[in-house]
């Protein structure tokens, strides 16, 4: 790969990556490093490149960092591929809208336009009928679930420093979500915040080989595919939750950050890449519940020329400047 180096690391699986983008520069090495979104694990078929007969290959279900813009154009998977232009009016609508004038827009644009309408990020509230919600909120009281946090994942590539606990069966309402977008790949899983639950800031940009196993495939999107996350999705389960509890997702977009406390039964959605974080959850707080995942396509990432175009979009790199 023209411009790139791949190294082993002493006493590990995974490989360094040096190139003229932040080999200048720890700082911006290091953010870049910690632009892995806060779904990389197993279920998602993330991946990490690695030696083997002196050549480069991919492993499905380990983790791999978010590598965004020129970096990210120079595989072979997304090399020469289009990168999609964005209209001139974005960010004119109100960002936060009711669920059915939400349905009622998507039967005529498609997600990516209702959030390029708004900035790149929506809040919709009533998102499903109350007693879909209060279904999915039982089911998610009466799951297992198992323990996801940055410690568990050291040795296998980086991620964004989080601590709750993950679920990733089927639900009800996944199918509802994967309609949103029906034209890119999709996955879902579920997430309970405990005292003391945190993610700390990323921008969600990252690529990944579909796995085998993975049961979101489908023609367009194979096993195997090569796919770039572009819409990320949160939808909230927890009822009565007070801005004391923590737990509250901050846009980081912008200068001045966003404050979004969680709401039963409201959806938020957001282009990717944009900065954002989950404050800490308090003490003696109850459990907070909600459904995350993402669309994801095969197109690659804009360059960083174009994303200087694209006041919509956010990376942790562009952020420190």
């Known amino acids: 790969m023209p411009g790139f180096t791949w ?3 002493p006493h590990s699986r995974r490989w360094a990556w040096t190139s003229p983008l932040c080999s200048s520069s720890p700082k911006v090495s290091w953010r870049i490093r910690r632009t ?11 991946c990490w490149s ?5 050549r480069k290959t991919r492993t499905s279900q380990e983790p791999v960092s978010g590598l965004f813009a020129t970096t990210i154009q120079t595989f072979a998977a997304v090399k020469n591929r289009e990168v999609a232009r964005t209209p001139a009016q974005a960010g004119k609508a109100d960002p936060e809208m009711a669920g059915e004038d939400f349905w009622r827009e998507l039967g005529t644009k498609d997600l990516r336009t209702l959030l390029l309408e708004r900035g790149g990020l929506l809040r919709v509230s009533n998102f499903f009928p109350q007693e879909q919600a209060d279904r999915c909120l039982a089911t998610l009281q009466s799951v297992s679930w198992t323990e996801s946090s940055s410690g568990l994942y050291e040795g296998h590539g980086d991620s964004a420093k989080h601590w709750f606990y993950r679920y990733d069966g089927e639900l009800e309402v996944a199918a509802r979500l994967r309609s949103l977008c ?14 003391g639950g945190n993610l700390a800031a990323h921008d969600d940009s990252n690529y990944f080989a579909i796995a085998r196993t993975d049961r979101n495939t489908t023609a367009r999107y194979p096993a195997g595919a090569v796919v770039f996350r572009k819409i990320a999705l949160i939808y909230y389960l927890t ?16 200068s001045e950050a966003k404050c979004l406390v969680p709401r039963f039964n409201s959806a938020v959605a957001f282009l990717v890449p944009r900065v954002h974080q989950v404050q800490d959850l308090a003490k003696g707080c109850p459990p907070r519940f909600s459904v995350f995942g993402w669309f994801s396509d095969d197109k690659g990432y804009p360059t960083k020329a174009e994303l200087g175009q694209m006041p919509w979009l956010s990376t942790c790199e562009s952020r420190e400047r």
């Open 7 to 9: 190294t082993t690391m």
């Open 239 to 254: 009822k009565d939750w007070r801005e004391d509890y923590g737990g509250a997702l901050l846009d980081l977009h912008s």
């Open 182 to 195: 029906p034209e890119l790949f999709s996955s879902f899983q579920a997430a309970r915040y405990d005292a």
């Open 36 to 46: 892995q979104s806060c779904g990389a694990w197993r279920n998602c078929g993330m």
């Open 50 to 54: 690695r030696a083997k007969a002196g």
